[in-house]
């Protein structure tokens, strides 16, 4: 049984549903990984993990949210026609100032995308040796396909650390994301 929804309540895409509940979701693991000692933070949990080979490997909570903020930070970087950026500090303070920082960049940029319309444009990636082109729109399904696999990938490592210290982990739905957000 499905009811349209009322004319005054916005209405979200599924696609801005999705980059929203991603930018919310990392914030969320951002905030339970700080509740981690140092060596929980690091430990070394899969090794030779690859997510994206082309990143090296992500075998740890630390690694693992790092890759997944860089990712946002190094394809924006490729859209604005900036040069890559320089490695950054893992620290959880610093990712969290990252995420934050990026996470501005990344919705105006999708704000833009939308806007004019933008989603078939190409992207010429210079930061690529040798340069590659991609259709903007598939930039935009790599970033929230693998954004959601290393999201999950933590949660379930928190839920290791933090369920024996009884923190309810939750699942990572969007659709108990959209419901709190009400």
Not at 36 to 42: A, F, G, K, N, T
């Amino acid at each position: 049984w499905v009811t349209s929804a009322p004319k005054e309540q916005a209405v979200l895409d599924p696609t801005t549903l999705l980059i929203h509940h991603d930018i919310d979701d990392t914030r969320e693991l951002l905030s339970m990984a700080a509740q981690l000692d140092e060596s929980q933070y690091r430990r070394v949990r899969f090794p030779g993990l690859l997510v994206e080979s082309f990143r090296g490997p992500e075998e740890s909570i630390a690694t693992v949210l790092a890759h997944l903020i860089e990712s946002k930070e190094v394809w924006l970087a490729a859209i604005d026609g900036e040069d890559i950026p320089t490695a950054a500090d893992d620290a959880l303070p610093e990712l969290a100032k990252r995420h934050e920082r990026v996470a501005v960049r990344w919705l105006d940029t999708i704000r833009d995308l939308t806007r004019r319309g933008g989603w078939d444009d190409t992207l010429i990636d210079a930061l690529c040796e040798p340069p590659q082109s991609f259709v903007i729109g598939s930039v935009i399904a790599h970033i929230l396909s693998y954004s959601t696999h290393r999201r999950y990938l933590v949660r379930h490592w928190l839920r290791t650390e933090l369920s024996i210290a009884g923190t309810e982990i939750g699942d990572g739905d969007p659709i108990e994301w959209l419901h709190q957000r009400g």
